[in-house]
Structure formats: C-alpha cells, structure tokens
C-alpha cells in the first residue's frame, strides 16, 4: 500500500489470479491496469512520490504511473533488476531508493544511478535502504554497512590491484587506458581490471607523457633514467641519462617537438632531452639560477611560453625564445615555488614551496601580475599547496595534507576522509579530469575517483547536535534534564560528558564549551569532558556546541543551569554583620588615634617654634653671606665678559694681520714677477725689431739674385743649381709665411707686457699712499687677473659711468674688487652673467657686482662680514673676503651693501667718498695684493 503526499489518495496492491492495483480517491476504488505482460507475480513494495508518480515493485520488475497516466509502464532502469524480494524506499529529496541482489539503484532529478555496492559489501545483495540526515547510507544486508556520504569517492588501492597505494601521476591516453604512476611502477586500468607493467617497479613514476610517437614515457624516482613503455605490447625500453646528470628526482617531463623534450629535477635544474638513437642531454641555462637549482615543474601555457618553477623564482621563456626570472620583487610572496598550473583562461597557478598558499598570475607583456593568492586567510585553501588541477567546468583544485579544496569564485567546498576520500596527504601532479566530470586524484593512501553527479545531489552536513551525558557538582550526579537544579555549598567542583550525534566524523567533532558566571570567554576543545573547581555561590548556566572540522558551523547549544547554594559564611546576613563590626572597630580606632594625634600635634607645635626661631636666625646670617657672594659673581662675570671680548679682538687682529702679511707676501711676490718679465720682454721686442730688419735686407738680397739668375745663358751649370735650390727653398712661402711669423710673436710680445702692466697697476707695488685713482681702471686690471676665471665661463657686461678720480689706495680697493668677483664667480659654479655698474651719488662713487648665481641664505646673511665665516667646504676658503674688503671700505669712510635672494643672485654695492676720508691715513700694512678669498 501507499499513500500520496497530500493524503488524498491511496494505492493498494492485490494479488488473487492475476495482479491488480487499486486506487481510492475521492470516496471510491478504482482500477488501474499493469503493464502488458506482468498481470502475474506478485507486487511486493508500492511508494507514490511527492510529485505524484506511483512505483510498484514486483521481484523482477518495476512499473511506474506518471501524473497524468491511465496504466503503468515498466519502468527503464539502467540494469534489470532481480531479487528474491522487492524494496522500494523513498529518500529524504523526495528520491527512491531501489535494492536488488547484485546493484542499488537510485532514482533522482528523473535520472536513474547506480550504486556499486558490490566491493564494500560482504554480499552483493542488500534489503533495507536509508539515507541519514549527513547524506550517508545506511544498507541492511548480512548485518549494517554503511557508505559515507553516498559514494561521492570510489577509492582503488593495494586491496583492488594496484602495486603501491602511493599514486604520484595519472594520464588518460588516446586509446582510452588510464595510466597510473604508482611509488613502485606503472598500472594500466580498463574498467575495474588493473593490470601492472612489468619493467618498471623499481621506479618511483612521477610523470607519463604519451609521445606523438605512441610511445608512454615514464620519469620518477630514481632519476638516472627514463623509461619508454609500449601501450599495445606493454615492452619497457630504458633511455639512460649521462652520469654526471644523474638527480635523486625527475619530476616532469615535457614535450616540445616530436624528439625533443624538457625535464624538470631537483639537483640539476632544467635538462634538455633530444631523443632517437643516440639521445643527448644538456642542461638549460636560465637567468640568475645555478647548475644545482631545484626545479620543481616545467609547463607550457595556451600562448606557447615555456614556464619553470624553482628555487630561484619563475623562469619564462616566451615567444621570443628568450628567458626572464621573476621573483619576490614582481609581487610574489616567496621567491622558491614549486608547481605550476596553467590554465584555460591564460592565467597560470603557482605554488610555493613553504605554506604559503597558492597564486594565480598572468604575463601582461613581460610583466608578471598576481591577480589573487588562495591560501587559509582569503580561501580556506591549505596554506601548502602538493596538487593543482581544473576541471572542465573551470573549478580549481587545490590539494594539500589535509583532503582537497575546489574553489570557484564565490565558495570553497572541502573533502576528506569524512566525504569518502580515501587519504587527505594528495600527491603532485596526481589530478586528472575527465570530459564527463569524474575527478581522478592521487594521494599517499591510495587512487580516488570523485563521482561529479552525484556530488550535485549532496548537501553539505549539517552540525551535530550536542548532548550533556551526565554531570556531577561535588562528585554528586545531577540530572541533566532538569534546569535549575540546585546544589549544596560544599559542592564547588561541577564536572560534565559531552557528545554529538554524528556517524560522518567521529574522531573530527569540536565542541564549544562555556560556564557561564565563570567563564567570560567559550573554550573551543575536541575533549568530551570538562571540570571547573572553585565554584563560587551562584547561578551558572553550562553550554555546549558542536561543529564538524575547525571550519563547520556550530551548532545550537545544549544548556544546563544550576546554582551553588552559599554556605553560612557566604550569606547576606552574615556578611552584614561582619561589616557592622568592622565599622564599629574601626571607628573606635579612629577615636583613639584622634586623641593620640591631638596629643602629639601639641608637643610638635612647641618643637617648630623653638626650631623656626633658630632657623630665621640663621637664615638673616645666611642672606648677607649669599648678597656678598652674588656681588662678588657679578663681578668676577663682568671682568670674564670683558676679558672673553677682549680675546676675540685679538684673535681677529692676529688673523688679520697674518691674512695681510699673506697679502703683502703676495703682492710682492707678482710684482717681482712682473719686474723680472719685464727685462727679458724688452730684450726679445728689441731683437724681434732688429730680426725684421735682417728678414727684409734677407728678401731683398734674394730678389736681386733671381735678378741675375735670368741674365746667365741658357744651359749655364751655376743657374741649374739655383733652379734646383730655388725649388727646394720655395722662397715664395718662406717670405708670406716668414712676415706673418713676425707679426704673430710681435702681437704676443704686445700681450706680455699689457699683462705684465695690469699685474704691476693691480699690486701698486710701487706706491701704497693716498693717490687719486681711476676706478675704472682698477676694476679693468682686476678682471684681467682674473681672466683665466672668467674666459669661456662667464658674460661681463660693463655699465661704467661717468665719475671723477677718486682718493683712495687703490691697491687695497683692487683687493676689495678682486674679493667680491671671486665670490661672485665661484657662486655661479659654471656659466653665468656678471654685471658691473659704477655712478656717483651725493659726492660718493658706487661700484655694483651683481652675479646670477646660487645666492646668499637669508639666515647667513647677517654673519657674511664676520671672521672665518664660510659656507664653502673646509679647505676651499678661509672666511676673510668679505671681512677684509669691510675693514678696507671702512677706513676710506665708505660701506658696503650686500643683496642677495636664493637662486636668483647676489648685489655687493661699495660707497666710497670721492674726496676720501678727513683722517686719511697711510693704507694698513699687508691690505693690498693678489689675494683671492672664499666665502
């Protein structure tokens, strides 16, 4: 019998002659035929679904009603089914559930799925069928099994055929046979036959590649070899590498052209592989990496670049055949990675060696961008990265220790050992997906094959529900299910046993525990047991939840209130009382010690008068003493200001007259020199004009001998051989090139003693007196002193006025002059314009310097006249220019000015009186000469 959903109509199987099913609706029965064909037998199971199809079971068939049907229909399971007995069983998704003695079939979405329960079952039969609320089935057979999770995981291990459980690489080949590499050789599978390749045992395969050539190559473990397998004959053929390239491991192997290929190891970097008969090896030189750099992986993406993962970084090779390196310093988070997964899109995955998780990054150009990384922060994704994968809806799989990660872009879905997985330490480069949605992965357990439909089917599990077992106050058992139980005083020690309802994760339940009253903070434990001691008197309610995995959900918690009753020393009344007595106590303290203090506040106030009378004496003695003493400081203060002033006068003085005697040396020193020019000058001007009349008596001479040269005969001996001299001499270029000779070294001659005059009128050696001089003049020699400075370097633009000679010395003005150019040249530092402009004004003359160089800060501007200040660096001045032009401009009765802005220049204005000082004295000894100084 069966009954639909809405309780509106029932079904009800008969068997008499033949079979017959009835159906009561609306008040009364009606009959509804069979299939053709199946009117005997019997009809063991009937179950109507909530979208109002009815299924009826006979041992050896199924018939099915639709909505809308007068007669049921056979119903097209994938398999036939037979069994002694027929079942049918509705599922918690509004599913049926369909046993028989050799498959389960499940109905589902209107799609039929076959459960293969044949290797987990002692028989393959089974009876009973439910499906629990975590999405495991529960089957009744020769005792209860139970399948977890539903099968979303087939695992196949040692126990099915293969070799190794370890499973390092998987590849799918042309022909349709799935090749697994295993920690001890190659397994070929076809359906559920495993069949191993002898050969290859004694290899770790970590990598398979098929070649254009049909051929399976093998690399692994150890890696002093590759291994060629035929797939048809299933005969191994070893290609051996030289010895001095022989690594512990080959992890990857990859094709570039039909005899060519790459091999990533782990202590000879990147190898090159060009097979046939004679295979020769090499090593790939990459940028910045070493011949022992472990490389971890070699991929090729959707562009054609050739990607390396090592311990240098990545290496790309792009279209260009040329390598780059990208590191740290392109905007990954470790320089050593390990895997490489390139993908649909373009964008490629890269792990890292050290738990840091996963990045996904893209060439744009030659630059590397890391678009994401998906590690336990951003991803829940595991923080060590051993498998990388997608599938052909363009989900990634990240594997690690701990199961396996697919990540889309709006949610990480985890498996493990409580999904089915048969071990959650994954293998590199054990992934491969199938056209059809199977996953097939490799772990250090064993090879797992994901069932992708049927994963759509599942539901995440949903949180455990907790149980307080029993719990005990004072080693007294309480009943749980009762709140607000109280317990005696002396029971200040409450204990609990916690579980959860959970068939999925047994050992993977965490619970959350808090005593509230007590505790302020949950503590979060995998223990079942808790024990708080020290229970103060008060109420307290004990909570728990649970969660599956450090990242389920929690569920709703299990609570338990009780209160601890105070003993008689913890109640109100008696802690009032104590307080009562503690205040009277103490007040009766406070009354004597009131009396104690009056008593002895009246004995000190004796002692303080008697004391404060001496200390008043005393203090009136001590006043005087200190009075004297300050006057005496004060004293002693001023005679040191006077004295400190006065040492300063003299180590300026001192300075000054060594800085003029310097001067005086100088000037000199020029003025001897330009003495001493001056006689071997006027020897060569008087030869040179005694040596151009020897030159033209010379030319003359020789014009008269070609004169007397045309008057002998023709054939003459003596008028060949002038010929031949005249030809050889080549008088013509002798007598143009001789006079212009002449007159360059007469011009450079001039050009001495011009220079020789300027040094001599600059020093005024030959008078230091009070003279009227042309200022003009003096800034004219000056600048020839200083042409060497100025030629090539610097503008001098001349804005000369009108004005009168002027008393002065005009040696210590030309040291004033040659002072501020200086400055001004070495402030320009290179090419710059100096301007010179001179004028009179009320009866004084003015000369102004103007550079356009780096100019004068506004804060050194009040110190520039002072002694040895300078802003060059030590050794490129003394710090006396400015100080010397002052004191020189002071004694004629004149200033000096200084203007100056940051960047745009300085202005050094002097002002003299035309008619000189009234107490002109003879110019201060050593102040004129050659003398450049540096500000």
């Not at 036939?80 to 589902?108: A, K, M, N, T």
């Not at 994968?389 to 697919?406: F, K, Q």
Request: charged residues 20%; hydrophobic residues 40%; proline residues 5%.
């Amino acid at each position: 019998m069966a009954v639909t959903s809405d309780q509106t109509t029932v079904w009800v199987g008969q068997r008499e002659e033949t079979v017959q099913v009835w159906r009561w609706r609306d008040g009364q029965w009606s009959a509804v035929d069979g299939p053709p064909g199946h009117s005997q037998g019997r009809i063991d199971a009937m179950h109507a679904d909530a979208s109002g199809r009815v299924w009826v079971r006979q041992p050896a068939s199924l018939w099915q009603l639709d909505p809308g049907q007068s007669a049921f229909v056979v119903a097209m399971t994938p398999v036939p089914i037979r069994s002694g007995r027929g079942f049918l069983i509705g599922g918690r998704h509004d599913d049926l559930w369909v046993p028989s003695d050799e498959v389960l079939l499940h109905y589902v979405a209107d799609q039929w799925h076959v459960v293969d329960v044949a290797k987990s079952l002692a028989t393959p039969w089974s009876r009973a069928v439910l499906e629990d609320h975590e999405g495991s089935l529960w089957l009744g057979n020769v005792g209860l099994h139970r399948l977890l999770r539903r099968g979303l995981f087939q695992a196949y291990t040692t126990a099915e055929g293969l070799r190794d459980d370890v499973i390092w690489t998987l590849l799918r080949d042309r022909r349709g046979h799935l090749w697994v590499g295993t920690g001890k050789g190659l397994a070929r599978m076809d359906a559920d036959r495993i069949t191993q390749i002898p050969g290859t045992f004694d290899l770790a395969v970590r990598n398979i590649v098929e070649g254009e050539d049909g051929l399976l190559y093998l690399a692994g473990s150890p890696g002093d070899r590759l291994l060629t397998v035929d797939p048809e004959r299933l005969t191994v053929r070893s290609i051996p590498l030289p010895p001095h390239l022989h690594v512990s491991r080959i992890f990857r192997l990859l094709f570039e052209a039909r005899d060519s290929a790459w091999l990533a190891t782990d202590e000879r970097g990147l190898l090159r592989v060009t097979l046939g008969d004679s295979p020769q090896f090499q090593q790939a030189s990459l940028p910045a990496g070493t011949t022992d750099e472990f490389v971890g992986d070699v991929r090729r993406d959707s562009s054609g670049r050739l990607w390396t993962a090592g311990r240098h970084g990545i290496a790309v090779r792009g279209t260009d055949n040329q390598w780059r390196r990208y590191t740290d310093a392109d905007g990954l988070r470790r320089t050593f990675v390990q895997l490489l997964r390139p993908l649909s899109d373009g964008d490629v995955l890269v792990s890292y060696f050290d738990p840091l998780g996963v990045a996904r990054v893209r060439l744009d150009g030659e630059r590397l961008q890391v678009k994401r990384h998906y590690d336990v922060g951003a991803s829940g994704s595991p923080g060590k990265a051993f498998l990388l994968g997608e599938d052909s809806e363009n989900r990634l799989w990240i594997g690690g220790a701990r199961g396996i990660d697919v990540v889309t872009d709006t949610q990480v879905q985890h498996y493990g050992v409580i999904d089915g997985l048969v071990g959650e330490d994954t293998n590199n480069m054990a992934f491969l997906a199938e056209a059809g949605g199977d996953i097939w992965i490799g772990t250090s357990a064993g090879l797992a094959r994901f069932n992708d439909r049927r994963a759509g089917t599942q539901t995440d599990p949903q949180p455990p529900t907790p149980l307080l077992l029993d719990a005990t106050a004072g080693g007294q058992r309480l009943d749980v299910g009762i709140q607000n139980v109280h317990v005696p005083p002396d029971a200040d020690v409450f204990e609990a046993r916690v579980t959860a309802l959970t068939f999925v994760a047994e050992g993977n339940v965490q619970y959350r525990m808090q005593l509230v009253g007590m505790e302020r903070q949950p503590n979060i434990t995998a223990n079942r047991e808790v024990r708080y001691a020290g229970l103060p008197a008060g109420r307290f309610r004990f909570e728990v939840a649970a969660r599956i995995g450090p990242n389920g959900d929690w569920s709703p918690p299990a609570t338990f209130s009780f209160e601890r009753l105070p003993a008689w020393w913890e109640t109100t009344a008696f802690r009032l009382l104590v307080g009562v007595a503690i205040v009277l106590v103490a007040l009766g303290l406070v009354r004597w010690r009131t009396l104690a203090l009056q008593w002895r506040n009246r004995a000190l106030a004796e002692q303080v008068a008697a004391r404060t009378s001496e200390l008043r004496q005393a203090n009136t003695a001590l006043r005087g003493e200190i009075d004297e003493r300050v006057a005496a400081q004060q004293a002693l203060s001023e005679r040191n200001q006077q004295l400190q002033a006065l040492n300063e006068t003299l180590a300026s003085r001192h300075s000054q007259l060594i800085q003029s005697e310097k001067l005086a040396s100088v000037g000199q020193l020029a003025a001897g020199v330009a003495h001493e020019i001056n006689n071997p000058i006027g020897f060569v001007r008087s030869n040179l004009g005694t040596l151009r009349d020897y030159y033209v008596t010379l030319l003359t001479l020789a014009d008269r001998y070609r004169d007397l040269e045309s008057h002998l005969p023709e054939g003459h001996p003596a008028a060949a051989e002038l010929a031949r001299l005249r030809a050889a001499v080549d008088i013509d270029y002798l007598r143009s090139d001789g006079e212009a000779l002449l007159d360059e070294t007469q011009d450079g001659v001039n050009r001495v003693q011009k220079i020789v005059r300027d040094l001599r009128d600059f020093s005024q050696i030959d008078s230091t007196a009070w003279q009227w001089a042309d200022l003009h003049a003096g800034l004219d020699s000056t600048l020839n002193v200083l042409s060497h400075a100025i030629r090539g370097k610097v503008d001098v633009i001349k804005c000369y006025a009108e004005i009168p000679p002027v008393r002065c010395v005009l040696a210590d003005i030309n040291q004033v002059f040659l002072n501020v150019l200086v400055n001004a040249l070495q402030a320009m530092d290179g090419h710059g314009v100096l301007t010179i402009s001179t004028g009179i004004t009320d009866g004084q003359a003015w000369v102004a310097i103007r550079d356009n160089g780096a100019g004068i800060r506004p804060d050194h501007l009040p110190h520039v006249f002072e002694p040895f200040f300078t802003t060059r660096p030590v050794g490129s001045g003394t710090g006396l220019g400015l100080a010397v032009a002052y004191n020189v401009i002071r004694r004629h009765g004149g200033s000096i000015d200084i203007e100056s802005a940051v960047g745009a220049g300085t202005t050094v204005t002097v002002r003299m009186p035309v008619q000189g000082p009234l107490d002109a004295e003879p110019a201060f000894n050593g102040q004129h000469g050659v003398k450049a100084s540096m500000e």
